[in-house]
């Protein structure tokens, strides 16, 4: 399967800043990826779906000006979470679906604390 | 939205001991498939099991699906230690815009 490298793997920024959150397959040319977003001891929640060379599908109830999906080219697709609050505090992590056999790769994740 | 529902939501067992976790989901799928997490860190992709499936095997984990009842089951003979970690099932759907949509998870607990 693919290679997935999402970074940065912990990020702590002040409330009202954006933070940027960047996901690479490094060895697939992706035309999609995927963005969840995990509470603590909660599952994950798909956010959106990006799509390479054209605007993202948000799922319902995720505000698409907060968070910015940016899907510029094959193997980038980068989430930019904009005026952070300490409720976007989460474990974010994004997939890459393409070859292999189980169709979806994922990052390693993204620990956001906002304080 | 999430697809599928596992259950039990938590599982406390003794080491050695078979643990099985049930999935249930409610949409056409293409595929099943559980992974494990363990606490605060990425996935682990554990199985697939195709729509047309019924059973699969690897190593200790054995996994069923039923489509005409949309459930799974996850089972985990002779249980470690090591294998305390978040379980859950996601469901693949049909089509060229399939996504994988989560469950709600089981954690696991595995007393040595």
């Known amino acids: 399967g693919a290679v997935v490298s999402q970074h940065p793997s912990w990020v702590i920024c002040k409330s009202g800043t954006s933070v940027k959150i960047e996901c690479r397959s490094l060895?697939?040319?992706?035309?999609?990826m995927f963005w969840y977003r995990q509470f603590p001891k909660q599952s994950l929640m798909l956010m959106a779906t990006s799509n390479e060379g054209s605007k993202a599908t948000y799922e319902q109830g995720v505000e698409k000006d907060k968070f910015l999906i940016n899907h510029a080219s094959l193997t980038l697709s980068t989430l930019t979470v904009t005026s952070a609050h300490p409720e976007d505090s989460s474990f974010y992590i994004c997939s890459v679906r393409g070859q292999g056999h189980y169709g979806y790769t994922f990052g390693s994740g993204t620990r956001l604390t906002v304080v | 939205s999430q697809q599928g529902e596992e259950d039990p939501q938590a599982l406390s067992i003794q080491e050695g001991e078979n643990a099985t976790m049930n999935c249930s989901y409610k949409t056409s799928i293409n595929n099943l498939q559980w992974y494990r997490q363990n606490s605060g860190r990425g996935l682990v992709h554990l199985i697939l099991i195709r729509s047309n499936e019924r059973e699969k095997h690897s190593g200790r984990l054995r996994v069923t699906l039923d489509t005409s009842k949309k459930s799974s089951s996850l089972l985990i003979t002779a249980s470690r230690a090591a294998d305390t970690a978040s379980y859950f099932c996601a469901t693949d759907g049909t089509g060229a815009n399939s996504k994988l949509t989560f469950g709600k998870g089981i954690t696991l607990s595995v007393r040595p």
């Open positions: 060895d697939f040319q992706a035309t999609t």
